[in-house]
């Protein structure tokens, strides 16, 4: 039997007054008509294209450069078609060699990948639309805006992934004092930081509880995390509570329809706190949930033999997502559940599964990540070996990091070397060229030091 059951309570709501009861089977009841819902939508997209950098654009970066001085600090400002960026450049971190933002357009976009030529075809763009615009425009709109940004960068342009972040705002929530405890996760619970710092976004992998059980955060940056956190704070911290209450301010009161559920406070001196509970999605993720349709649509014969191949669903910007928002919200709330006992899943949960509606489910997607699985102990030592052969003979020769780095990815088992890392590979390759990359360089110099290649 598993250990949790995953049973929803009983479920009685007087739309008239609001009045939202669950109840157990022995009768237990939670109260909850005070959690109202305000909003629910996206907040962050940011959408990745591989495309070949204009030559003019280019020029136009370089120019700015022999102008100003390599320092973009001392002028960040250049004019790309026809609007005006800040300019600077960035680390290796980011994977991109320039950034160009200009929030009153509503974006900002990282240009040039440090990981492949200048002149050839690849992942050089990625651009990160702000919540201002997304809600201007919508999703189609918005993906027909990025599309244009994207061609006064690049030729060629073809959108090659998507994230997101998904969220609800709500009032009245009472975050249980153990809701860590029963919070079913898979992320390890292994950090507890007691201030706002920047590991808010950076965390990799972990559980974070900041100040009190102000803000949670669950889950990896490179995959889906969950973050619950007072979004009345966080928006005063930002100064956007005004483009918060607007949206907030849309949604009519249960008790009279004429005025806002939300209350800013100039009337009773004391404004509504709003939570935020949001799923971020990286683009990885959403590419698992095109595989694992793919394959969980094959129909096979009883003889193992292939007879119908797998459905081709591709979610790869903006406006793919619109049908499949509904799927992405359901299964992020059952990776990241909250339990009331072995039984039942708690009620809060239970009202945000049922109560939120983004667009129209699609009727036939099959909501399931696939995920190459690992060749196991085995293929890593074998990895291992080859690796570590190559690069002896290669300290020998005198080769250089980038050419035995380059030499290791071409040749065809980019996969295995990702699986030896710990990571995982859908297409692009940056984050394990950068990882052997480093390896390489490590253990080159090693090997010269320790007189191997004498």
Not at 290 to 312: I, M, R, S, V
Not at 319 to 335: A, F, I, P, S, V
């Amino acid at each position: 039997m598993a250990r949790f059951e995953n049973k929803k309570m009983s479920r009685s709501y007087d739309k008239e007054t609001g009045r939202d009861i669950f109840t157990t089977e022995r009768g237990n009841e939670f109260d909850l008509s005070q959690l109202r819902f305000l909003a629910a939508g996206i907040d962050t997209l940011r959408q990745l294209y591989n495309c070949t950098i204009k030559n003019d654009a280019l020029e136009q970066i370089a120019r700015h450069y022999n102008k100003d001085g390599a320092d973009t600090n001392s002028a960040p400002f250049i004019t790309l078609g026809g609007i005006e960026w800040k300019f600077t450049a960035s680390g290796k971190k980011s994977g991109y060699q320039y950034i160009l933002k200009n929030l009153d357009e509503g974006f900002v976009v990282l240009l040039k990948s440090f990981y492949k030529e200048i002149d050839e075809h690849g992942p050089h763009l990625k651009i990160e639309a702000t919540p201002q615009i997304i809600d201007e425009l919508g999703l189609c709109g918005v993906s027909k805006r990025l599309r244009e940004i994207a061609q006064i960068f690049g030729e060629t342009v073809e959108a090659s992934g998507v994230a997101v972040h998904l969220h609800v705002d709500m009032k009245g929530l009472e975050i249980p004092e153990d809701f860590e405890q029963r919070l079913a996760t898979r992320s390890k619970k292994n950090f507890k930081v007691n201030s706002i710092s920047n590991a808010h976004f950076e965390a990799a992998e972990a559980a974070f509880i900041y100040g009190k059980g102000q803000t949670y955060l669950f889950g990896q940056s490179s995959s889906l995390q969950m973050c619950l956190y007072d979004k009345t704070q966080e928006a005063i911290k930002s100064d956007k509570l005004d483009f918060m209450e607007e949206i907030w301010k849309r949604t009519p009161s249960v008790k009279v329809w004429l005025e806002p559920e939300y209350d800013d406070g100039k009337k009773s001196g004391v404004p509504d706190t709003v939570h935020r509970l949001e799923f971020r999605i990286h683009h990885s993720v959403i590419k698992q949930f095109e595989n694992g349709h793919f394959q969980k649509t094959c129909e096979y014969d009883d003889n193992g033999n292939l007879t119908k191949p797998g459905e081709e669903v591709f979610i790869r910007e903006a406006r793919d997502l619109k049908k499949h928002l509904q799927g992405l919200w359901l299964y992020c709330l059952e990776n990241f559940r909250l339990e009331h006992s072995r039984t039942y899943v708690d009620p809060i949960w239970q009202k945000l599964m049922e109560d939120i509606h983004y667009f129209q489910i699609h009727p036939t997607f099959i909501y399931a990540r696939a995920q190459k699985k690992s060749g196991g102990p085995s293929t890593r030592r074998n990895v291992a070996m080859w690796i570590g052969n190559h690069l002896r003979l290669a300290a020998r020769r005198g080769l250089t990091t980038d050419h035995v780095t380059n030499y290791l990815m071409n040749a065809g088992l980019e996969s295995e070397i990702a699986d030896y890392f710990g990571l995982r590979i859908f297409g692009h390759q940056d984050e394990v060229w950068m990882c052997l990359h480093e390896f390489v360089s490590n253990k080159l110099r090693e090997h010269r030091l320790n007189g191997v290649a004498a």
